[in-house]
C-alpha cells in the first residue's frame, strides 16, 4: 500500500514535471509572436515594480544596516573598519540584493500569480478567453513573466543602493565614516562583471519566479482550496529554485569570469 | 495525413449546409472515468437544441467540444462544415469568432468594469472606432436591458444580471452559434424568465443558432425547439420537449418526475 501510494507520487511528479516543460516551451514558442500585450505588459511591470517598491525598500534597508551592525565588530578587532564598504558592497552587489529581492518578489508576486490565475481558470474566465479567440497565453503568462524578467534587475537595482545607503548610515553614525571615502573604497572593490553577472542572474530568477507561479495557477483544477494551493506552492517553489538557480549560476559564472 | 488534407480530398464528409453543429460518435473519456460514449447530434440552422440531464453527465464536456476547450477520444465534430476537432490556430480562431459562449458562471473578468470586458473583445477582432465600439456595447447593453451597469464591476452585479451581461458580450460579435452552459443555474424565477425569454429572442430576432445545456425545466419549456437526453454518455431521447418527457427511458421519467406543465 505505501509502495503504491509512493508510486502515485512519484508519477505525478513525472507527470507534472513534463507539463511544466511543456507550458516553458509554449513560452518560448509563443512570446516573440502577436498578439503583442503591451499595455498588460505594462500593468505587470507596475505591479512588480512601483507596488513591490516600499517592501524591496525596506528589505534593502534591513539588509544595508544589519550587514553592517554585524560585521562592524568583527572587523574593528582586527582593525580593519576600513574595509568595511568593500565588504558590504560585495556582499550586497554579489549576493544578498540579488537572492533577498529575488525571495522576496517571489513571496508577493508568486503568491499573487498563482491565486489571479487559479481563480481565473476555477471561474472559466480563462476558458472564456480562450474561446474569444484572445489567446490567454498571450495575455496572461507572457506578459506576466517578462514583467518579472524585466522588473528583478530593476528592484536589485534599488534593493543594492538602499543597503549600501543603510549601510552607510549605520558607518556614519558609528564609525564616523565619510560619504565620499565610503562610496570610493565601496566601489573600488568592484569588477563591472560582477555588477553585470549578479544583477542580470536576476533575469533567470524573474523567468522562474513568473513561469512557476502562472503554471501553478493556470493549470489549477478544482475550487478555491487547490487555489489556494497553487498560491501558496507557487512561492515555495518558485523560492526554492530560485536558490537552486543560485547556486548553478554562481559556479558557472565563476569558471567563466574568476 | 494531415486534417487539412483530409478535409480538402473529401475524405471526410461534411453535413448538408443547413446543419450547422454535426457531432458524430463522440466519446471523451478522463482516466477511467467514460464520460461521452458515442453522442450524436445534429443542430439545424436557425433552431434551439437543449440537451437536458442530471448534475455530472457529461452536458458541459459535450457543449466544450464545439469550440475546442476539449477535444475528443474518439468521432467528429462539424461546426458551420468545419472539423472543429481537427482545427488549429487562425482557423480555430476563426471558428471560435462564429460562436458565442455563456458560460455556468457567467466568466465575467472580474478586474475589468461591464464596459471593458466587452470593450476588451471589440477592440481586438474588429476595427472599429472608439465611438463606434462604445455604440455597440450600449446597443448591446439596451438589448439586455442594463445599461445603467456598464461602469460597474462584476462583483457589483447580481446573479441574474452577470449572466444577462455575460450574454450582452457573448453576442457582441454578432455570432452565427450561440452555446448555453446551464444559463439559469443559481437564479431566481423571475431572472430565469428574463434570462429564457432573451435566449429565445436572441433566436427569433437574430437568427442564432444554439445549444442549452440545463437541467431548469422551466428554462427548457422556454427555449426548446428540440430536446435530447444525456444519460450514461449517451444521449437516450430526442425529440420535442413533450415527446422527451414522455420517453419511457427510466432515466428520463425520474429526471422529469412530475407533469411538466404543473412547473409553469
Known amino acids: 500500500m505505501a509502495f503504491e501510494a509512493r508510486e502515485s507520487i512519484f508519477w505525478e511528479l513525472v507527470e507534472r514535471t513534463g ?84 525571495i522576496m518578489l517571489a513571496g508577493r508576486l508568486g503568491a499573487g500569480m498563482g491565486a489571479e490565475l487559479g481563480s481565473m481558470r476555477v471561474t472559466e474566465q480563462i476558458d472564456a478567453l480562450e474561446v474569444a479567440a484572445l489567446k490567454p497565453f498571450n495575455y496572461l503568462v507572457v506578459t506576466r513573466v517578462l514583467a518579472c524578467m524585466i522588473m528583478f534587475p530593476v528592484m536589485t537595482i534599488f534593493t543594492d543602493v538602499i543597503a549600501l545607503a543603510g549601510g552607510f548610515v549605520d558607518s556614519a553614525i558609528n564609525l564616523n565614516m565619510d560619504y565620499r571615502i565610503y562610496i570610493d573604497t565601496a566601489l573600488s572593490s568592484l569588477r563591472f ?26 493549470t489549477v483544477k478544482g475550487g478555491t482550496r487547490q487555489v489556494g494551493q497553487a498560491a501558496m506552492q507557487a512561492v515555495v517553489f518558485s523560492s526554492l529554485l530560485v536558490l537552486l538557480a543560485d547556486v548553478i549560476v554562481v559556479r558557472i559564472s565563476m569558471l567563466l569570469f574568476s | 495525413m494531415k486534417p487539412e488534407a483530409s478535409i480538402q480530398t473529401g475524405v471526410l464528409h461534411p453535413p448538408p449546409e443547413d446543419v450547422l453543429i454535426d457531432i458524430r460518435d463522440l466519446h471523451k473519456s478522463f482516466g477511467d472515468r467514460k464520460v461521452l460514449q458515442g453522442v450524436n447530434l445534429q443542430v439545424r440552422r436557425g433552431t434551439s437544441a437543449v440537451v437536458l440531464g442530471g448534475s455530472g453527465t457529461g452536458k458541459s464536456v459535450l457543449i466544450k467540444h464545439i469550440v475546442k476547450l476539449l477535444t475528443p477520444d474518439k468521432g467528429e465534430v462539424w461546426v458551420l462544415g468545419k472539423r472543429a476537432d481537427l482545427l488549429e490556430g487562425d482557423e480555430l480562431d476563426r471558428l471560435r469568432l462564429s460562436i458565442g459562449y455563456l458560460f455556468q458562471s457567467g466568466a465575467l473578468f472580474d478586474s475589468m468594469t461591464v464596459y471593458e ?23 448591446m447593453l439596451r438589448w439586455v436591458r442594463l445599461e445603467h451597469t456598464v461602469h460597474q464591476y462584476p462583483a457589483e452585479l447580481s446573479g441574474g444580471q452577470r449572466k444577462r451581461v455575460a450574454l450582452a458580450r457573448a453576442i457582441i460579435l454578432e455570432p452565427q452559434i450561440m452555446l448555453y452552459d446551464e444559463p439559469t443555474t443559481g437564479l431566481d424565477p423571475i431572472s430565469v424568465r428574463t434570462v429564457s425569454y432573451l435566449i429565445r429572442r436572441l433566436q427569433r430576432e437574430r437568427g442564432v443558432t444554439s445549444i442549452a445545456i440545463t437541467h431548469d425545466l422551466l428554462c427548457a419549456k422556454i427555449i426548446t425547439d428540440e430536446a435530447h437526453f444525456l444519460y450514461g454518455g449517451k444521449l437516450v431521447a430526442s425529440g420535442t420537449l413533450d415527446e422527451v418527457r414522455h420517453s419511457s427511458h427510466p432515466a428520463v421519467r425520474e429526471f422529469f418526475g412530475e407533469d411538466l406543465n404543473s412547473l409553469i
Not at chain 1, 505594462?42 to 512601483?50: K, R
Not at chain 1, 554585524?70 to 560585495?90: D, H, K, M, N
Not at chain 1, 544583477?199 to 507561479?213: A, D, E, L, N, W
Open chain 2, 117 to 139: 470586458n466587452m470593450d476588451f473583445i471589440l477592440e481586438r477582432h474588429t476595427t472599429l472606432s472608439r465611438q463606434e465600439r462604445e455604440a455597440r456595447i450600449m446597443e
Open chain 1, 193 to 218: 562583471s560582477d555588477i553585470l553577472v549578479d544583477t542580470g542572474k536576476t533575469v533567470i530568477f524573474g523567468f522562474i519566479v513568473g513561469m512557476v507561479s502562472c503554471f501553478l495557477g493556470y
Open chain 1, 19 to 102: 507539463a511544466f516543460a511543456g507550458f516553458v516551451a509554449e513560452f518560448f514558442r509563443r512570446f516573440w509572436r502577436p498578439p503583442y500585450e503591451w499595455k498588460e505588459l505594462i500593468n505587470q511591470m507596475d505591479e512588480a515594480g512601483s507596488r513591490s517598491f516600499i517592501l524591496i525598500a525596506v528589505t534593502g534597508l534591513a539588509i544595508g544596516v544589519v550587514l553592517s551592525m554585524q560585521s562592524r565588530g568583527t572587523l574593528i578587532r582586527f582593525g580593519a573598519e576600513s574595509v568595511l564598504p568593500s565588504l558590504l558592497a560585495l556582499s550586497v552587489i554579489k549576493e544578498m540584493g540579488p537572492v533577498f529581492t529575488s
